[in-house]
């Protein structure tokens, strides 16, 4: 069936260390890729999204890229923050319904 | 705009005991989604809806009810809670896709969430 596929974590950085959180999907058609982040105590929100192959996308100093090929849309950043201390939620949706599939989230921590 | 709020933000109940939660949006979106969280598990969709008047069941409706009486609104019901109802309970809420793509493509916008507790 759909699903995400990503390491539940928790990953432990030093800050301003390179980040890699992988993410590989199953899906048929041609899914809108995203990640959520959600921090402590918070729900989820919008990090970034890439909605059709080989489109990046980026905010806050994250990247990701949607391939098609390889069926992933790995999450990396070059220098992490404590700041980004916070669970990453790799998901896909597709379909007129709009119904979103979540992986399980990974747990980031950075530490000073 | 407030955008997605969620009441209450915690509760305790007990086996037996029914709540509702309360979803509110104020972006004009025409879906509404609520999801549970749970350690190992990530999110699950326990029910949605498409617009006012209609839901649909999710991954895990069991337990549940919904109802979408208003656009902004949609709400979730335990009749009977039990202890594996246990959770933290966001609701989402996002544009409707149009053909071919654009309105935000499937982008969904969260709630703060709500913990329950069922001893």
């Known amino acids: 069936g759909n699903s995400v596929t990503q390491m539940e974590g928790p990953v432990t950085l030093s800050e301003e260390a390179f980040l890699t959180i992988n993410c590989t999907y199953t899906?048929?058609?041609?899914?809108?890729l995203f990640w959520y982040v959600q921090y402590p105590g918070e729900g989820l929100q919008l990090l970034l999204k890439?909605?059709?192959?080989?489109d990046k996308g980026s905010n806050k100093g994250f990247e990701a890229t949607y391939r098609k090929e390889t069926t992933s849309f790995h999450l990396e950043k070059g220098s992490v923050q404590v700041s980004d201390s916070a669970v990453y939620f790799c998901?896909?949706?597709?379909?007129?319904?709009?119904?979103?599939?979540f992986g399980i989230g990974t747990k980031l921590q950075v530490i000073p | 705009n407030a955008g997605v709020t969620q009441t209450p933000k915690f509760r305790v109940l007990k086996t037996g005991q029914s709540m509702t939660l309360l979803c509110a949006q104020d972006?004009?979106?025409?879906?509404m989604y609520w999801y549970r969280q749970d350690p190992g598990m990530g999110l699950r969709l326990i029910h949605y809806?498409?617009?006012?008047?209609?839901?649909a069941k999710g991954e895990v409706p069991d337990g549940y009810n919904v109802s979408r009486l208003k656009k902004q609104n949609f709400l979730l019901g335990l009749e009977s809670a039990a202890p594996s109802q246990t959770s933290v309970y966001f609701c989402?809420?996002?544009?409707?896709?149009?053909?071919?793509?654009?309105?935000?493509?499937?982008?969904?916008?969260f709630g703060p969430g709500t913990r329950l507790t069922v001893l």
């Open positions: 890439a909605t059709k192959a080989d």
């Open positions: 809806s498409v617009g006012e008047g209609t839901t």
């Open positions: 989402a809420s996002s544009y409707r896709r149009l053909a071919g793509g654009t309105r935000l493509d499937n982008e969904q916008f």
């Open positions: 998901a896909w949706g597709s379909g007129g319904y709009q119904k979103v599939t």
């Open positions: 972006m004009n979106h025409e879906y």
């Open positions: 899906a048929t058609g041609y899914p809108s």
